[in-house]
T-cell receptor, first 115, second 109 residues
Framework: KAGVTQTPRYLIKTRGQQVTLSCSPI?????VSWYQQTPGQGLQFLFE???????NKGNFPGRFSGRQFSNSRSEMNVSTLELGDSALYLC??????????????FGNGTRLTVT | DAKTTQPNSMESNEEEPVHLPCNHS???????IHWYRQLPSQGPEYVIH?????VNNRMASLAIAEDRKSSTLILHRATLRDAAVYYC??????????WGAGTKLIIKP
């Protein structure tokens, strides 16, 4: 079974630009979560989608948004990039996070550098 | 939100058991305890989770204290591939995992 796939692996953007990251979950998984990981703040929850609906949201500004498609694939978008948005962005899928605490399966992330 | 306390780092010898402790004294009665690990340059990997009783799987065992204020992840026979940062994470009632800084496990050959 293929794991969670995130594209691209690396990205360099300039302040003020916007970026879209993509995540393909494990086949059959309907829940997709996004996390930001930085050396200073660790892993922070961005949002979670299930069946194309955002069910949960962390404490990030509105510049961070996401969506999920009918095939469960998900994208996240960051607009008006700031230097502080440089981070590893991780996507995780699960059968359904709300049911029996089903485990998260993570991709290897997209490393975003904002210059 | 429940907070966790883990040692910053631990060292163990290869092929010996490892006990990774975690304190979560503010956990609520319905919060599951999850453990994940993150190897260098990879995303986190699920290890195990439990609510009240001890749990076992092919990777590890999880021992949860009777009062649920602490838990211990047990790797029965550590290998060099187990060197990673291990996170003990309560899942709160909003189904959000609250990640701390974790324990960096160093395995000595």
């Amino acid at each position: 079974k293929a794991g969670v796939t995130q594209t691209p692996r690396y990205l360099i953007k300039t302040r003020g630009q916007q970026v879209t990251l993509s995540c393909s979950p494990i086949s059959g998984h309907r829940s997709v979560s996004w996390y930001q990981q930085t050396p200073g703040q660790g892993l922070q929850f961005l949002f979670e989608y299930f069946s194309e609906t955002q069910r949960n949201k962390g404490n990030f500004p509105g510049r961070f948004s996401g969506r999920q498609f009918s095939n469960s694939r998900s994208e996240m978008n960051v607009s008006t990039l700031e230097l502080g948005d440089s981070a590893l962005y991780l996507c995780a899928s699960s059968l359904d996070l709300f049911v029996n605490n089903s485990p998260l399966h993570f991709g290897n992330g997209t490393r975003l550098t904002v210059t | 939100d429940a907070k966790t306390t883990q040692p910053n780092s631990m060292e163990s010898n290869e092929e010996e058991p490892v006990h990774l402790p975690c304190n979560h004294s503010t956990i609520s009665g319905t919060d599951y305890i999850h453990w994940y690990r993150q190897l260098p340059s990879q995303g986190p990997e699920y290890v195990i989770h439990g609510l009240t009783s001890n749990v076992n799987n092919r990777m590890a065992s999880l021992a949860i204290a009777e009062d649920r204020k602490s838990s211990t992840l047990i790797l029965h026979r550590a290998t060099l591939r187990d060197a990673a940062v291990y996170y003990c994470i309560p899942m709160d009632s909003n189904y959000q995992l609250i990640w701390g800084a974790g324990t960096k496990l160093i395995i000595k050959p």
